[in-house]
């Protein structure tokens, strides 16, 4: 075979080797012989192969499956731009510590720098965005066997190490693998794949016996949870552990995390605020408007914690942000080289959230006055969403989608709006689903395609369903993920579009302050007066639009029950009247936190 395929086959045999299970392809030519090696091993039942037109959309479904399954899945793209647009889902992998393999084909290095067609300067194309990149060059005909195992080992070995470098367990990520094909792109041969397949494991081109890698990584590395009041012994010298405690937990969906911090709530009486991705939703003292007290100054100064313990990426919430920096001591919990801290006020990072106290007093009146204040807060809300709005709100969608996500099932919600709609009003609405969403860097694009790849990944252990909950402007962003191979499976997915039509969240920003109001529809609000029905239509899928809540609780039962992909659109009341809404339920909450 010619030295183009036999690297294509050698590097697909070692992905399969490695454990890689799912592999996402944007076709292309110079990539043409990867995409061939793919297809035969999806016909053979050793992977699922994704295709997409939209690199973009190929590389957040590539995400949506590493970020379920931990391993991770690959993108494979053609040269040039291509593989530019890999680059928003990488950044997104690498601040939320997904495994994630792009490999690009380029030319060969002498075609570079001489205006060759479609040839860009791929090699560190991704920056430091990436934990590794690789430049593999192009295959050359050898005139024996020893030649031909020297650069198959060659091969072998980068791709297990650029596995092991995005698994790393201290800091897991993307990776780039930027491979030279040289032509021919195409097997020129009449070899039967049987005879290719039988190269892979006898001949020069064989790996490891009995399907290893050809490299395991086996390096140990782990964080030890210590009990609490060791931790305050090893700094301060003093193990007693302060009575008004806050746990807030950021993005993270780790079950164990999940138990740890429920375990440790219960043993202090500490009261937890989870952001809707940070999957606490279960826990005995979470909050359900932990967020929305915290913005009322009055209860903000009289609960100044004397310790707080930061769990994971925090950030979605200004007043939580605020009340971090004023606690007297700050414990954060992350695992990672580069661990979060926002705020700067960490005396101290653990890897492993800690471990109850062996002895330890709970102070009943410190958890029983914010539970209070939740419920207070909750009552308010209640009376103002279900009494005083006549219309349907982005609130009104958050809080009806949160109830509706099967148990066990799966909730995927979207940046800017929605996400703040479900941490304030809709936190512990889901229960036991897992919550995700791309909160490593927040960004609109890749939403469709990664709530796609997640539900994918999670379904193939459970039959329970998924929601999305995704701004109009997020959907449209990346609708291309919709545009799916007829060929390929659909999860069970339903995509709930919060349409306010335009940028809804910048209304409650300095930006909306009424001296902007001349500029804020052109640069801020833009309204796109989408017909999004008809796109979705389009690409083949059902989409319902509902304009009160009980036509939308409806819809969701509809559809989770019919199974398959649908989009629902959530027609809101304008971006006018939400933000009055907003004004009345902060109001609302003011006055009954008055009365505490």
């Known amino acids: 075979m010619n030295p183009t395929t036999a690297m294509s086959r050698v590097i697909v045999d070692e992905l399969l080797r490695c454990g890689i299970s799912d592999v996402v392809l944007a076709p292309g030519s110079r990539s043409a012989g990867l995409a061939l090696a793919l297809a035969a091993a999806e016909s053979r039942g050793d992977l699922t192969l994704h295709v997409r037109l939209d690199e973009r959309s190929a590389a957040f479904l590539a995400l949506g499956l590493g970020k379920v399954t931990g391993v991770p899945a690959v993108v494979v793209t053609t040269s040039g731009t291509a593989a530019a647009n890999l680059l928003p889902a990488i950044i997104e992998a690498d601040f939320s510590n997904v495994p994630f393999i792009a490999m690009t084909a380029d030319r060969p290095a002498s075609l570079r720098g001489i205006g060759a067609n479609q040839t860009i300067s791929q090699v560190g194309i991704f920056g430091s965005s990436v934990r590794d990149a690789v430049d593999m060059s192009a295959a050359t005909p050898v005139a024996d066997d020893e030649a031909q195992a020297t650069q198959a080992r060659t091969w072998r070995s980068t791709i297990a190490r650029a596995v092991a470098a995005t698994t790393d367990v201290m800091r897991a990520g993307p990776v780039h693998i930027n491979v030279q094909f040289a032509e021919p792109l195409v097997p020129t041969d009449d070899l039967a794949i049987e005879a290719q397949i039988e190269a892979m494991q006898t001949g020069p081109l064989a790996g490891r016996r009995d399907g290893r890698p050809w490299t395991a990584d086996a390096r140990l590395v782990g964080g030890m949870s210590l009990p609490i009041d060791e931790i305050f012994e090893m700094l301060l010298d003093d193990s007693s552990i302060p009575e008004r405690g806050l746990i807030i937990v950021g993005d993270q969906s780790d079950g164990e995390v999940s138990d740890l911090v429920d375990e440790l709530g219960d043993a202090l009486g500490w009261p937890i605020i989870g952001e809707p991705s940070g999957n606490v939703a279960a826990c005995d003292t979470a909050l359900s408007h932990g967020a929305l007290i915290l913005?009322?100054?009055?209860?903000?100064?009289?609960?100044?914690?004397?310790?707080?313990?930061?769990?994971?990426?925090?950030?979605?919430?200004?007043?939580?942000?605020r009340h971090i920096t004023r606690a007297k001591?700050?414990?954060?919990?992350?695992?990672?080289?580069?661990?979060?801290?926002?705020?700067?006020?960490?005396?101290?990072?653990?890897?492993?959230?800690?471990?109850?106290?062996?002895?330890?007093?709970?102070?009943g009146d410190w958890l029983e006055s914010w539970q209070r204040a939740d419920l207070l807060a909750a009552v308010a809300i209640e009376t103002v969403l279900a009494g005083e709005i006549g219309e349907l709100t982005g609130m009104h969608v958050a809080r009806a989608c949160g109830q509706a996500v099967p148990e066990n099932g799966l909730f995927?919600?979207?940046?800017?709006?929605?996400?703040?709609?479900?941490?304030?009003?809709?936190?512990?609405?889901?229960g036991s689903a897992v919550t995700l969403g791309n909160r490593g860097t927040s960004g609109i694009d890749g939403c469709v395609s990664t709530a796609w790849g997640a539900t994918v990944a999670a379904q193939r252990d459970s039959d329970a369903g998924c929601?999305?909950?995704?701004?109009?402007?997020?959907?449209?962003?990346?609708?291309?993920?919709?545009?799916?191979?007829?060929?390929?499976?659909?999860?069970?997915?339903?995509?709930?579009?919060?349409?306010?039509?335009?940028?809804?969240?910048?209304?409650?920003?300095?930006?909306?302050?009424?001296?902007?109001?001349?500029?804020?529809?052109?640069?801020?609000?833009?309204?796109?007066?989408?017909?999004?029905?008809?796109?979705?239509?389009?690409?083949?899928?059902?989409?319902?639009?509902?304009?009160?809540?009980?036509e939308l609780n409806t819809a969701l039962k509809e559809a989770l029950a019919a199974g398959g992909v649908h989009v629902l659109v959530a027609r809101t009341c304008s971006r006018a009247d939400e933000v009055v809404a907003l004004q009345n339920v902060n109001d609302a909450i003011r006055q009954a936190l008055a009365t505490a």
Not at 299 to 311: K, N, Q, S, W, Y
Not at 412 to 430: C, D, E, I, L, T
């Open 295 to 321: 913005g009322n100054s009055e209860f903000a100064d009289a609960h100044i914690p004397d310790v707080v313990l930061t769990v994971g990426r925090v950030g979605l919430s200004r007043a939580v942000q």
């Open 467 to 550: 929601i999305a909950l995704l701004g109009d402007l997020t959907f449209l962003y990346d609708i291309n993920g919709l545009r799916v191979p007829a060929q390929e499976a659909v999860p069970d997915l339903v995509y709930v579009i919060s349409d306010n039509n335009g940028g809804g969240i910048f209304s409650q920003l300095e930006q909306g302050a009424p001296k902007f109001a001349n500029s804020f529809e052109r640069v801020f609000g833009t309204p796109l007066d989408a017909d999004i029905p008809a796109a979705v239509i389009a690409l083949g899928f059902e989409c319902h639009v509902a304009t009160t809540l009980e």
């Open 412 to 430: 995927f919600v979207g940046p800017s709006w929605p996400v703040r709609h479900v941490y304030n009003f809709a936190a512990n609405a889901s």
């Open 329 to 363: 001591f700050h414990i954060a919990v992350d695992s990672q080289p580069q661990w979060s801290d926002p705020t700067r006020t960490a005396d101290v990072v653990v890897a492993a959230c800690p471990l109850p106290p062996g002895e330890g007093e709970i102070n």
